[in-house]
């Protein structure tokens, strides 16, 4: 994907890393069994407030104390905590910056391709990496997941027009 010999080599930014995806799993992980175990507490309180709607079924929630769900709801809000932890880092896009071309990626499967031509600006917008047209029509929009440095160094070394903080 080079076009000679001195242009520099494609560059591949965002997505977790190994400790990354680590995090994101124990943090989900432990959230969703927090939940569980704390779900009948949470739904009894609820069902108290006489302005809460549904009380009926939050009594019911908190009603449910049978020994075997002392357990069994931890356990159910872990494996529901890691399917959305799983979901978090499979969603989150990839770039392949290159001198011609930015593929994002999501899922494994090129989902968009921005060509050099077409770019006008990239900059970080809060969490999110923006690239434009020179008539400020966003090609790309989204939370790009990395070091700041290392994003920014990606872009600028491919010659792209980078406007924001040096990172």
Do not use: C, N
């Given at each position: 994907?080079?076009?000679?010999?001195?242009?520099?080599?494609?560059r591949t930014v965002g997505g977790?890393?190994?400790?990354?995806?680590?995090?994101?799993?124990?943090?989900?992980?432990?959230?969703?069994?927090?939940?569980?175990?704390?779900?009948?507490?949470?739904?009894?309180?609820?069902?108290?407030?006489?302005?809460?709607?549904?009380?009926?079924?939050?009594?019911?929630?908190?009603?449910?104390?049978?020994?075997?769900?002392?357990?069994?709801?931890?356990?159910?809000?872990?494996?529901?905590?890691?399917?959305?932890?799983?979901?978090?880092?499979?969603?989150?896009?990839?770039?392949?910056?290159?001198?011609?071309?930015?593929?994002?990626?999501?899922?494994?499967?090129?989902?968009?391709?921005?060509?050099?031509?077409?770019?006008?600006?990239?900059?970080?917008?809060?969490?999110?990496?923006?690239?434009?047209?020179?008539?400020?029509?966003?090609?790309?929009?989204?939370?790009?997941?990395?070091?700041?440095?290392?994003?920014?160094?990606?872009?600028?070394?491919?010659?792209?027009?980078?406007?924001?903080?040096?990172?």
């Amino acid at each position: 994907m080079t076009t000679g010999d001195d242009a520099p080599p494609v560059r591949t930014v965002g997505g977790f890393d190994r400790s990354g995806r680590a995090w994101v799993a124990g943090l989900f992980g432990a959230g969703g069994a927090a939940l569980g175990a704390l779900l009948p507490l949470l739904a009894r309180w609820a069902g108290e407030l006489p302005w809460m709607p549904f009380q009926g079924p939050l009594r019911l929630l908190g009603s449910f104390d049978e020994p075997w769900l002392a357990w069994g709801r931890p356990v159910v809000g872990l494996v529901l905590g890691l399917a959305v932890a799983a979901w978090v880092v499979v969603d989150t896009p990839v770039l392949d910056v290159g001198p011609d071309r930015i593929r994002v990626r999501r899922r494994g499967e090129v989902e968009r391709v921005v060509e050099r031509a077409k770019v006008g600006a990239v900059h970080p917008r809060g969490s999110k990496l923006v690239i434009v047209t020179e008539s400020g029509r966003t090609l790309f929009e989204g939370d790009v997941e990395g070091d700041a440095s290392q994003i920014r160094q990606a872009f600028v070394d491919h010659g792209y027009p980078w406007e924001g903080p040096e990172a």
